[in-house]
């Protein structure tokens, strides 16, 4: 019997990077944060993605850097273990188990036992095997806060916890709340200080206290700081001790001077509210994380240097998950008034598309335009928003726009606006998939649906324009979804109960389907083998499925579907159920009687919003079960507003081998060792290559020559001038028929054209800059 190809759900791509604070390397070249069930690693100074750190099962809940080991890193997650990494190489070096508890941070974990949080100390065993178990755990104290500020280590390894404040065990501090009528001085955040016996505590009042004298239990002083009007999210001290750096709602971090605490320094508008703040051991940068998942990186709180920003995740998703046909990037609600374009596979945003045009004021109760629906055509060069805004006792206010894709900008330009399209709400909206023509179809509550066309300008020079070229409806019924065939050919839409087929060439109605009772709320055409079937979901919890050729009810079965997704690379289909409060997924194809996979109890709540997206490299899984995940990969959003996909395990060991290659660096200097031995069996691998590979010589690409790198790097005061450069340039693009020859003519060139400076040394790829008197005497 052979056994199935297990198949999970993980966090991968879109995870939240602000969920715990983030830790910088020793040298500030790298930042590392708990990101899904992984550790993501940044570059500071580009801000790129490097790597990941993958083997957790479930939540990864904390960072640390071995204080041993400065190029070692711990992990913690919920699946019980502890994990020491290589974080330069992604390599895992250890794994430490914990029975029976979920670990919160590292070293001294926040353990939970039905719900109750304890501060516990874990003892980490001298072992040579990979896997240990980690059995003297110690418990510090019980009934702890689980949030990630609760808990700082100072000089002395003293541990501060909330919702008390609780110092080396034996002593404990609190404040009335009753002092003052209406006050708010209720614990939020921790920070102890590197050098001396000093604790900083942020309330919900907004005021930061400066605990001093606290060994001795009735002799104990505080003193008080207050800038925040809000409630103080974050504290952390510089290594030093020297400054004290805050944070909450405002977006300003502020820079105290810890033995003048009347001065302050400030670095506004960093876009959100921060939640953490993380600084490199040698105090060069800072960190700030922020509530819209982003993380900044700050030069000794002068000046922002880099911005590492996640995926967007707001109140809820409006415009439903889409992909980009031309960057295969996620395409989904931003900030207010935007549309984010999020790369799944680099895990980083690409860039804000701004859709409302509108200034944005961040004000509880006030009405304000937001982006309710997007759609793109099958080549990416059109992208259609609906925008609404509906105001207490006024009419709904409706616009869509189509925005054009320019290739100069690299972005999407607004071409056409149309105000009111719809006298009621618009509920779908979809691209005709078909070459032939550039069409876009609406529906709305107002028992309409309408086809928009681009319309051919008069000029020859200006871009077309987009105009309504039809308005349909079928006995005043109000239309809910609609759906077009692989080849654009058919547009299927459901009226109520009713689902209408329709010709987009001449708008005649084909034909009416039957159903069972219950109104239609999602329809999907079959895919390639299967394009002649039609599949819809009913809210009578009814999924059926009609033989366009015979127009005939196929098959029905008794499901509640909440979302219903065609993959467009395959004929699968995915049918998210909703049953006892949780989600059930159902992967099929409408021709097969039998699911191909199905997993119960998902997630809690209904799922909504999914994708299935594109992969980067095709696997090559021969199980049945996991062959629906070769071409395209199903990302979908939980209720909590998660983003979750699935993974099989030769997914994993395919990243898992990726993850293991040495990351190069240019900045790296080059070792005594290397230049007599490693650049020797560079030169012999390259000749062993030209002799195996005649062709390789003449397709290597021009811009990987080291001549033209060292063009692009030297400092422009000392280059030649351009006019000498180009023709050397130009020429070096050229297939030479002989080295000698090129050599020759370089040096005549050089020679003539400039006889005073420097010549170009071919055979080192690198400018040498020597007089030319000197030259013609060595020669």
């Keep these: ?4 190809a297990e198949i999970r759900m993980v966090h991968r791509g879109g995870s939240k990077i602000n969920f715990r604070e983030p830790v910088i390397t020793n040298d500030s070249r790298f930042l590392l944060c708990a990101a899904g069930e992984s550790v993501n690693v940044y570059s500071t100074s580009t801000e790129e993605y ?5 083997g957790h099962t479930d939540l990864v809940t904390g960072v640390v850097l071995n204080p041993s080991n400065h190029l070692q890193v711990y992990s913690c997650s919920a699946d019980g273990t502890v994990r020491l990494w290589d974080f330069t190489d992604a390599i895992l070096i250890k794994v430490l188990l914990q029975q029976h508890s979920l670990p ?52 002395e390894v003293c541990v501060v916890v909330l919702i008390q404040l609780f110092v080396s065990v034996p002593h404990r501090f609190s404040l009335k709340s009753g002092m003052k009528k209406g006050a708010k001085n209720a614990f939020t955040c921790v920070s102890c200080h590197p050098k001396e016996d000093c604790i900083a505590t942020g309330h919900e009042d907004g005021k930061i206290r400066m605990w001093r004298n606290f060994n001795q239990k009735k002799e ?44 302050k320094d400030f670095l506004p508008r960093l876009g959100a509210a921060i939640t953490h703040i993380a600084v490199s051991p040698d105090g060069s940068l800072f960190s700030t994380s922020h509530s819209d998942n982003k993380i900044t990186i700050i030069q000794s709180c002068v000046k922002v240097s880099a911005v590492i920003q996640g995926l967007v995740k707001g109140d809820g998703v409006w415009t439903n998950l889409i992909i980009d046909p031309r960057s295969k990037a996620l395409v989904l609600n931003g900030k207010p008034g935007h549309l984010q374009f999020y790369s799944l596979h680099r895990d980083k945003q690409l860039y804000n598309l701004e859709i409302v045009q509108q200034e944005y004021i961040h004000e509880e109760g006030l ?16 992208l259609a928003t609906v925008e609404e805004r509906r105001k207490k006792g006024a009419e709904l206010e409706i616009t869509l726009k189509l925005w054009a894709y320019d290739e100069l900008t690299q972005s999407f330009v607004l071409n056409t606006t149309v105000t009111a399209p719809h006298e009621d709400q618009i509920t779908a909206m979809f691209f005709s998939p078909s070459p032939e023509t550039t069409m876009l179809v609406t529906t709305s509550l107002d028992g309409h649906f309408k086809a928009w066309l681009l319309a051919d300008h008069s000029d020859a020079n200006a871009e077309g324009f987009w105009a309504c070229d039809f308005v349909g409806g079928y006995h005043l019924l109000k239309p809910g979804c609609c759906s077009f065939s692989a080849d654009g050919s058919l547009l299927s839409v459901g009226f109520q109960e009713v689902v209408t087929v329709w010709s987009p060439a001449s708008w005649e109605l084909l034909t009416t389907l039957s159903q069972p009772p219950g109104a239609i709320r999602d329809l999907c055409f079959g895919r390639l083998s299967c394009s002649k079937y039609l599949l819809g979901a009913s809210t009578k919890n009814q999924l059926c499925c009609w033989n366009l050729l015979t127009c005939s009810l196929e098959w029905s079965t008794p499901m509640d579907v909440s979302l219903l997704q065609a993959d467009p690379l395959s004929e699968n289909m995915a049918a998210f159920c909703s049953q006892s409060g949780s989600s059930d997924l ?29 992969r980067d490299q095709m696997l090559e899984s021969c199980e049945e079960r996991t062959q629906w995940l070769n071409r395209s990969q199903l990302y979908f959003f939980t209720q909590h507003m998660d983003l979750l996909t699935f ?28 230049l007599l031995l490693g ?46 450069l180009c023709a050397m340039f130009v020429r070096s693009l050229l297939i030479s028929s002989s080295s000698a020859r090129q050599d020759n003519d370089l040096w005549h060139t050089v020679k003539k054209t400039h006889k005073k400076t420097e010549y170009v040394d071919i055979e080192l790829n690198r400018f040498i800059y020597i007089p030319l008197k000197t030259m013609e005497r060595s020669k």
């Design 104 to 155: 919160k941070s590292v070293l001294i974990t926040a353990s939970c036992f039905l719900h109750l949080f304890q501060l516990v100390a874990v003892h980490l065993p001298h072992s040579g095997d990979q896997e240990v178990e980690a059995r003297e755990l110690s418990a510090v104290l019980c009934d702890v806060s689980p949030h990630a500020g609760a808990a700082s280590f100072g000089r």
């Design 367 to 382: 009405d304000q335009f937001e982006v309710v629906n997007a759609a793109f055509d099958a080549r990416g060069n059109w």
């Design 586 to 614: 159902f992967v099929f194809k409408p021709s097969e009687p039998r699911p191909l996979y199905s997993q119960k109890a998902l997630c809690t709540g209904k799922v909504q919003h999914a994708v299935f997206a594109p």
């Design 1 to 4: 019997m052979v056994e199935h």
């Design 50 to 54: 490097v790597h990941d750190l993958q």
């Design 220 to 263: 104990y002083t505080y003193s008080t700081l207050h800038w925040h009007h809000g409630a103080v999210n974050t504290l952390c001290f510089t290594p030093e001790g020297t400054n004290l750096l805050s944070g909450g709602i405002e977006s300003v971090l502020v820079h105290w001077h810890y033995t003048q605490e009347n001065q």
């Design 647 to 674: 993974s099989t395990k030769t997914e994993e060991d395919r990243l898992l081998a990726s993850s293991k290659q040495l990351m190069v660096d240019d900045s790296v200097a080059v070792t005594p060792f290397y």
């Design 679 to 724: 650049k020797h069996r560079g030169q012999q691998l390259e000749k062993q290559e030209a002799l195996t590979n005649p062709m390789a010589e003449r397709t290597q690409l021009p811009q990987g020559s080291i001549a033209i790198k060292e063009l692009l790097h030297t400092p422009a005061h000392v280059l030649p001038s351009a006019s000498f």
